[in-house]
């Protein structure tokens, strides 16, 4: 998901809702509360736990693959079908927790044709079984309804469907829902950790209109009402707020990205009638976003799927090989927040390294949200350097410096499906904690290794915060946990005190570290731009150092390629 300029500030209007305020936050490392609970302001409800947590009637089983099948009234704004949800059974259960929006109306749901019952709690479906499921029985379950979907107030901040007309005043439709749940319009198993491998998507849509989804259109059939059903398939693992719908009155072109080993990826546009000769120039540009991720991480991931933008009534949105694109196709975001010289669009270069972070890679629990953005938007700084130069890429990330608040840990708190945060640090705060991460290892070889041996061992796959570090550890042999405790866990950043004194040509410096977390150490870069000193270990403690040929005037810390705070002090 890309970041919303205006919310950076202030959310708190939307933090406080009813009931049960979160007594603890387990994090990779242990429990926060002994420290400090950070969001302990925060207040939770019984919807948010039953949509946040992995209670036992969600880890009882697995979703395989949904078939979802359903028509939508534009006129009416209203959606009415099914979806076959078909599951493994991983534990002994009669009781499974779906979930959907509870201002949509369940009509039925079936199991071998019988009707079974089931309780409704706030967003939160809990079907009973009639007889109990063993461990390792396979099942099909349908689940039949209808209703008007939320709509977006702000998509897609904001979730829900965007009913807009177009310049012409057809209807243009669209639906985001990361963060609010895939749930708000089409039953699902509304949890990050479980995500089908496969899908058909079904869309019945009014005739003159076309419905672009996720995948490959397999067919179009018309029907006798006056609706066209267009049937898209996605073959890959999909996270269930990555499903969507485009519907409008779309022109489509294609082109063909050729990938380093010779193999062909068809890429799909859709756009609205009159911005077809803008976007045939605009989008050129998409094969360098791909050469570029290629360079890095390997080939489009979703690469059966194929790659696809779609042109919709909100700025944008990754979803899974079928991008929400509406920059108005203007450099950077929405015409500006890159450098000047900087000219290339945003929800491009972003939307498409979430296929790599948040689609290919997704997190388990919305609280780790920063492994999706991120990296993402540090993605967005290797695009600079691969298409320009290192040191344009830290004049990019310098660009966003400015948005870096620390008001509140990157991490949030688990099982609540926190989607909160005051400010937009997971984007920014974490691009950064990454390119300091790799000025503290100082080899830029071992650097990338870390990042694709992370990438490939966790496509198609869910991981954790916990998971990521591990990977730094192994391919370090070093322990990074305290840097990440900090980094992640603490609103602050840390802080280098020094002292700076002459000795005959050289300099003798004094160092240490003010940190919230014990036993901090970081490497340090002194002395001149393009000639720097690396000073490790810098701990807590205070450290004494030559730093030879170098006179006071031309001492500078190198905190450009580090995310610190940094004062002269007397020791």
């Not at 059903?229 to 693992?237: E, G, K, N, Q, T």
């Not at 954790?464 to 990074?480: L, Q, Y």
Request: hydrophobic share 35%.
């Amino acid at each position: 998901m890309l970041f919303h300029s205006m919310q950076t500030v202030n959310q708190t209007q939307t933090m406080l809702r009813s009931l049960l305020v979160l007594a603890s936050l387990i994090f990779f490392f242990g429990n926060l509360s002994a420290q400090k609970d950070f969001y302990q302001d925060y207040i939770f409800s019984q919807a948010d736990s039953l949509r946040g947590q992995l209670r036992p009637e969600r880890t009882c089983f697995d979703v395989t693959y949904y078939e979802l099948n359903i028509g939508i009234d534009v006129s009416k704004q209203f959606i009415k079908g099914y979806v076959d949800i078909y599951f493994d059974v991983l534990e002994n259960t009669r009781t499974i927790q779906l979930d959907l929006f509870e201002n949509m109306t369940i009509n039925e749901i079936s199991w071998y044709d019988q009707p079974v019952t089931y309780t409704r709690v706030h967003n939160a479906v809990f079907v009973h079984f009639p007889d109990e499921m063993e461990k390792g029985f396979s099942s099909t379950l349908r689940v039949a309804y209808e209703g008007y979907p939320v709509k977006a107030p702000n998509a897609p901040w904001d979730g829900g469907f965007a009913w807009k007309q177009d310049a012409e005043g057809n209807p243009w439709v669209g639906v985001a829902c990361e963060g609010d749940g895939a749930s708000l319009w089409w039953p699902c198993k509304d949890h990050l950790s479980d995500e089908p491998d496969s899908m058909l998507i079904n869309v019945a849509v009014p005739v003159g209109l076309v419905c672009i989804s996720n995948g490959n259109l397999r067919k179009t059939n018309r029907l006798n009402d006056g609706y066209n059903v267009f049937s898209w398939f996605v073959s890959y693992p999909i996270n269930s707020y990555n499903v969507t719908v485009n519907i409008g009155k779309y022109v489509h072109f294609s082109d063909t990205y050729i990938a380093m080993d010779g193999d062909s990826l068809q890429c799909d546009y859709y756009v609205l009638p009159y911005n077809l000769e803008k976007a045939k120039k605009h989008f050129k540009q998409v094969h360098d976003v791909l050469r570029c991720y290629e360079h890095y991480f390997g080939k489009y991931p979703f690469w059966n799927d194929g790659y696809a933008l779609v042109e919709t009534p909100y700025l944008g949105m990754e979803h899974q090989s079928c991008i929400a694109y509406g920059n108005n196709y203007k450099r950077g975001y929405l015409g500006g927040m890159i450098p000047r010289d900087m000219d290339w669009d945003y929800i491009i270069v972003h939307e498409t390294g979430h296929e790599y972070f948040g689609n290919a890679v997704s997190v388990r629990d919305h609280a780790e949200m920063w492994i999706h953005e991120s990296f993402t938007t540090y993605m967005e700084a290797l695009f600079v350097e691969y298409t320009m130069s290192y040191d344009d890429a830290v004049r990019y990330l310098e660009s966003q410096r400015h948005f870096i608040r620390n008001l509140e840990p990157i991490l949030g708190p688990m099982d609540v499906n926190f989607d909160r945060w005051r400010a937009s640090d997971h984007y920014f705060k974490g691009a950064w904690i990454l390119h300091t991460l790799r000025n503290a290892i100082g080899d830029d070889e071992l650097f990338f290794s870390i990042l694709r041996n992370f990438y490939d061992r966790y496509k198609y796959k869910t991981c954790t915060t916990k998971d990521f570090i591990d990977i730094v550890n192994e391919k370090t042999g070093m322990d990074w946990t305290p840097f990440f405790q900090q980094y992640l866990t603490y609103p602050g950043v840390p802080r280098l005190l020094y002292d700076v004194q002459e000795s005959g040509k050289d300099l003798v410096v004094k160092f240490k570290w003010e940190a919230d977390v014990p036993g901090f150490d970081m490497p340090v870069l002194v002395g001149k731009k393009g000639n720097y000193t690396r000073i490790m270990p810098v701990t807590t403690e205070v450290r004494e150092v030559g730093v030879p040929n170098l006179s006071k005037d031309d001492f500078e810390v190198a905190d450009k390629l580090f995310l610190i705070r940094r004062k002269r002090s007397s020791f």
